[in-house]
């Protein structure tokens, strides 16, 4: 059998010719073409008859037997009435692309289950190239109508490139999937979604979780009035760790005034851990903290009883703990937690609902854990574009294949 003829069958791309097959110093060389005489418009997929130009390009495909496999074509540049001068499309490669389909979907496919650094070594591709390739993956193979039916839906921001940039992220409770993402974090980023969702879907709404931003608030309660806010347990709990935190900087700040400047050093996570989680030693500074500095031990109890009360089942014993603890706090004297209570006291319908809508589950937690370990990967990501792509690679319930050709004697 001839190796233009092999090739042809193990290739296996559609409206593909193999014109020869060679080896040159990176391995194997594959001269291809279309079978259509007439080239297609790369921006449009219109059938073209202006030929600009043609310029030989490689395309990097799967190797064969390990060794390196490149696709050589005379690529045409051609004048489209539509697009103006653009290069023709190719059945083996997405335009501007310098992988084959089968090269990107098998790099996609291991995004998906290893870290970037093995895909890159495994691949023997840059880094880099592994975002773009998701990028070009994704957005041929995003699954559509990732919009329909939705119910309940989680609204969170995720920062990136060192807590600089900003993506705002839609999931959906009912699959627990990301659905929907953008750069930036503001109401307009948010009015984006509902643009997207239209009038007729964004009425099914039922109950939107959200974090307690002033922003994404105003989007949620204009454009889905019907809907419930429940605000996130996560970002409740951190009101009350952020006060612990600005407590304990002011206590040091008043020990080094003063002179002393041992006794709170390490103190910082025995303060912010559950009780359950603490170390030997962690438990001894705490039981210090009890001893010598009673307003950041009062703060720590503020934080402990607050994650306790919102681990309760009980609406109604929710809503009257969290007024007794409002005005515990407010009596405190110590500011952050005075802040943290009247930030509390005015979304406190959207604190009660989480108890009362239960959507505020370990396997929410997971999907947000998930997304944030993605986006702690991401930090070399040199856009929101690369990053979103990865997200929804991972988390939009977008199930990839490893490439396979069977043998064309298969019966
Ligand atoms: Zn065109």
């Not at 009101?239 to 206590?251: F, S």
């Not at 929101?384 to 997200?391: C, G, H, N, R, V």
Request: aromatic residues 8%; proline residues 4%; contains cysteine.
């Amino acid at each position: 059998m001839r190796a233009t003829t092999i090739f042809r069958s193990v290739l296996q791309f559609p409206h593909t010719r193999v014109w020869s097959v060679e080896f040159d110093p990176f391995g194997l060389l594959v001269q291809v073409a279309p079978t259509t005489k007439v080239p297609r418009c790369s921006g449009c997929g219109c059938r073209v008859h202006a030929v600009h130009d043609s310029r030989a390009r490689n395309w990097r495909h799967l190797d064969a037997c390990g060794m390196p496999v490149t696709l050589r074509y005379s690529l045409r540049r051609v004048r489209c009435p539509r697009c103006g001068v653009v290069i023709e499309m190719v059945p083996w490669a997405e335009p501007k692309a310098g992988f084959t389909h089968d090269f990107e979907d098998h790099v996609a496919y291991l995004a998906q289950q290893a870290s970037q650094t093995t895909v890159a070594a495994t691949m023997r591709i840059a880094w880099r190239t592994v975002g773009d390739i998701i990028q070009r993956t994704m957005s041929r193979r995003r699954k559509p109508n990732l919009l329909h039916g939705l119910e309940h839906i989680g609204i969170d921001e995720l920062s990136y490139r060192r807590h600089h940039e900003y993506v705002t992220v839609v999931v959906d409770h009912g699959s627990q999937r990301v659905v929907w993402a953008h750069e930036g974090k503001n109401a307009a980023t948010l009015g984006r979604f509902f643009d997207d969702l239209g009038p007729e879907r964004a009425a099914r709404i039922k109950t939107a979780t959200l974090d307690m931003s002033g922003a994404y608030i105003e989007a949620v309660s204009t454009r889905v009035p019907q809907a419930t806010l429940v605000f996130d347990r996560f970002h409740v709990q951190r009101l009350a760790q952020d006060a612990v935190d600005e407590v304990r900087r002011a206590e040091v700040r008043a020990l080094e005034d003063a002179g002393e400047r041992e006794t709170l050093k390490k103190t910082r996570w025995a303060l912010l851990k559950n009780p359950w989680n603490l170390s030997a030693m962690e438990a001894r500074r705490l039981a210090m903290i009890q001893k010598d500095n009673r307003r950041l031990y009062r703060a720590y109890l503020l934080k402990s009883s607050l994650c306790d009360i919102l681990g309760r089942r009980q609406v109604n014993v929710v809503r009257e703990k969290l007024e007794q603890w409002i005005s515990w706090a407010l009596r405190s004297r110590l500011k952050p937690f005075k802040k943290a209570a009247k930030t509390i006291r005015k979304y406190i319908d959207g604190i009660v609902a989480i108890v009362a809508t239960g959507l505020n589950n370990g396997r929410t937690e997971g999907l947000n854990g998930k997304i944030r370990v993605i986006t702690r990967r991401a930090y070399g990501f040199h856009s929101a574009a690369s990053l979103i792509s990865f997200i929804f690679l991972c988390c939009s319930g977008l199930v990839l294949n490893p490439v396979f050709k069977p043998s064309p004697l298969l019966p």
